[in-house]
């Protein structure tokens, strides 16, 4: 973050960043805040969950840790895609989840005065569990709020 002084009142003007871990999901650039982020993985073997939600794709181990894996086209009512994909994984009120998305992509800064809102045309779903979108030289980039992506209902 670059903080400059205006001369005349003294006041701190920030120039704030924000950086993304990006990833796609279908050819669509999403992203999560970099600081939500705690490793990034392709997964071994996943364990299946019988009965639980259809976003829930199974259970891995991670470092001794039982690691909930979001199928993330499922999250985002997304064709499923029988790839091996890459998993992001991020902390959620104290429980550790991995977002399976198809690939993984850079870490990107973006000043906060390009954050626009979610256009009324977004998907619903995608509108619900994102917080911004910016436009980038890759397209346009979804800025998900990872606590809201990670609300999922329990299967009644």
């Known amino acids: ?62 470092r001794g840790r039982i690691v909930t894996v979001i199928d993330m086209r499922t999250r985002l009512k997304l064709p499923r895609d029988k790839g091996k994909g890459m998993c992001v994984t991020v902390e959620s009120r104290g429980d550790a989840y991995t977002l399976l998305v198809d690939a993984v992509g850079d870490v990107i800064t973006l000043p906060r005065g390009a954050r626009e809102g979610n256009p009324a045309t977004l998907d619903a ?20 709020h990872v606590d809201r992506l990670l609300a999922i209902a329990p299967k009644s």
């Open 1 to 62: 973050m670059t903080i400059q002084m205006n001369a005349i009142s003294g006041e701190a003007l920030a120039d704030e960043l924000t950086s993304f871990v990006t990833f796609t999901v279908a050819d669509q650039l999403f992203g999560v805040p970099v600081t939500r982020v705690q490793d990034i993985l392709t997964p071994d073997a996943v364990a299946p969950v019988p009965g639980g939600p259809a976003e829930v794709r199974g259970l891995i181990n991670l």
């Open 125 to 144: 779903i995608w509108r619900d569990v994102g917080d911004a979108v910016y436009r980038t030289d890759k397209g346009l980039l979804v800025a998900l």
